[in-house]
C-alpha cells in the first residue's frame, strides 16, 4: 500500500482496522478515531480503537466512547485485537513513541500495513506506507473530512460522523482561537450543512467544568503562578502534594496552561507538573515564538509551534531552571 488510492481499493473488502490515537488522548484523538470508526463502520469494516491511556471525561457524551480500548488496562485484548488486524491507522500523532507499548508492539507487527492521518510537525520516518501529514490543518479531526472528502465519499458523512469530528476541530483550536484559516472554516461550513449542534457541543467542551477543576484553577492562579516579566513569559508549577491534596485525576488540569497567555505582554506559558516519575511540561505561545522548537531542544518533546509539551527526568525544580534557561537562551521563532 502506498497511496490513498491504494487505501480506498483496499477498502473496498470488509477489513478488520485498528485506530490508534495518542497518549492522554484529547478530543482530537478521540474526535478523530471516532469519526473515523463511524466512517468505516457502516461500509462493513470490523474497526477497533485503540489508545495507551484514559481519554478525559468531559469526552463521555460521545456515544461508543465507551468501546475505546486502553492499552495501559487492557494490553493482553488490545494486542490480540492487534495481531488480528488488516491494517493500522496512525490518526494525530506523528511517532510511535507517542503510544508507548502499543506502539512497541505495533513495530514488530511488520505485515500490517499502517497510514498515518494526522496535523503534527514532522513525522518519524518509516512510520507509515501511506502518510497523510498536513501539519496545516487545524486538527485531525478537520483532515478526516477532507481525506474521504478527496476519496470522493463526502456525502457519506452523517452528523453521527460530523458530531466528533466537530469536537476535535473545538478543541484543537480552543473554539477557533488558534491554527484557523480559510480552508478550516470551508471544512467547518460542510459540517454545519450536514447537521452538527454546534451550541450543545461548545457547552460540553467548554462549560463542563467540575467543581474540583474549578477550585484548582484557582489554586494554580493565586497560589502556583509565576510570572518572568523579562521574557514574557509565566509558568505554573504543580508537585506530587498538589495532585494529593487536590486529588488530581488526569484530565483535571487539562487547559490550565492557556490562562497564562491571557495576561498582557505574556506570549510563552508553561504548565510544568511532577508526575510518578517524570516532570511534564506543556508549552504555549502566541505569535512566531516557537514552543515546539523548545520543547524538542530542551524537553524531548514536540508538537505544533503554539502548543507542544514534553517531559524530563530530572525533578521539578531542575525542570524549572531548564526552562528558564531555555528562556534564557533566547526564545525560538519560526
Ligand atoms: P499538551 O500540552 O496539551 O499535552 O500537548 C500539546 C501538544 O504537544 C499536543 O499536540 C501534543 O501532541 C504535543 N505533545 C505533548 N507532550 C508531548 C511529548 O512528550 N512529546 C511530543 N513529541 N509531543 C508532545
Ligand atoms: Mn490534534
Known amino acids: 500500500m502506498q497511496s490513498l488510492a491504494d487505501l480506498r481499493s483496499f477498502l473496498e473488502s470488509p477489513r478488520k482496522i485498528v485506530l490508534f490515537g495518542h497518549r492522554n488522548p484529547d478530543g482530537d484523538a478521540i474526535g478523530s478515531t471516532l469519526g473515523l470508526k463511524r466512517y468505516l463502520d457502516p461500509l462493513g469494516h470490523d474497526v477497533e480503537i485503540i489508545v495507551p491511556s484514559e481519554y478525559p471525561r468531559f469526552l463521555s457524551f460521545l456515544d461508543g466512547v465507551e468501546d475505546v480500548l486502553v492499552f495501559d488496562t487492557h494490553p493482553d485484548n488490545c494486542k490480540s485485537?492487534?495481531?488480528?488486524?488488516?491494517?493500522?491507522?496512525?490518526?494525530?500523532?506523528?511517532?510511535?513513541?507517542r503510544i508507548d507499548k502499543a506502539g512497541e508492539f505495533v513495530a514488530t507487527l511488520?505485515?500490517?500495513p499502517r497510514v498515518l492521518i494526522d496535523h503534527h510537525l514532522d513525522p518519524d520516518d518509516d512510520i507509515a506506507q501511506v502518510v497523510v501529514s498536513r501539519p496545516s490543518a487545524s486538527s485531525t479531526c478537520e483532515l478526516v473530512y477532507t481525506?474521504?472528502?478527496?476519496?470522493?465519499?463526502?456525502e457519506n458523512v452523517t452528523p453521527h460522523i460530523a458530531e466528533p469530528l466537530m469536537v476535535g476541530i473545538l478543541t484543537d483550536t480552543g473554539g477557533f482561537t488558534?491554527?484557523?484559516?480559510?480552508?478550516?472554516?470551508?471544512?467547518?461550513?460542510?459540517?454545519?450543512?450536514?447537521?452538527?449542534?454546534?451550541?450543545?457541543?461548545?457547552?460540553?467542551i467548554f462549560n463542563s467544568m467540575t467543581e474540583k477543576q474549578m477550585r484548582l484553577l484557582g489554586h494554580c492562579l493565586a497560589n502556583r503562578m509565576e510570572l518572568i516579566k523579562e521574557h514574557n513569559a509565566g509558568l505554573i508549577t504543580l508537585t506530587k502534594r498538589d495532585y494529593e491534596q487536590f486529588d488530581i485525576r488526569r484530565g483535571d488540569t487539562e487547559g490550565i496552561v492557556n490562562y497564562l497567555l491571557r495576561i498582557e505582554g505574556i506570549d510563552l506559558a508553561a504548565f510544568i507538573t511532577e508526575q510518578p516519575n517524570i516532570t511534564k511540561l506543556s508549552l504555549r505561545s502566541r505569535g512566531d515564538i516557537s514552543v515546539q522548537k523548545m520543547a524538542a531542544e530542551y524537553f524531548k518533546g514536540g508538537g505544533h509551534k503554539n502548543a507542544s509539551g514534553g517531559?524530563?527526568?530530572?525533578?521539578?525544580?531542575?525542570?524549572?531552571?531548564?526552562?528558564r534557561e531555555a528562556l534564557e537562551a533566547g526564545v525560538p521563532v519560526g
Do not use: C, P, W
Open 147 to 154: 481525506v474521504i472528502k478527496e476519496m470522493g465519499d463526502a
Open 110 to 112: 511488520t505485515d500490517t
Open 178 to 204: 488558534y491554527a484557523t484559516n480559510a480552508e478550516l472554516f470551508r471544512v467547518v461550513g460542510d459540517l454545519f450543512e450536514i447537521g452538527v449542534d454546534n451550541e450543545k457541543l461548545q457547552t460540553e
Open 311 to 323: 517531559y524530563s527526568h530530572a525533578g521539578l525544580r531542575s525542570t524549572v531552571s531548564r526552562f
Open 81 to 97: 485485537v492487534m495481531k488480528a488486524a488488516d491494517l493500522f491507522i496512525l490518526m494525530d500523532f506523528n511517532s510511535l513513541e
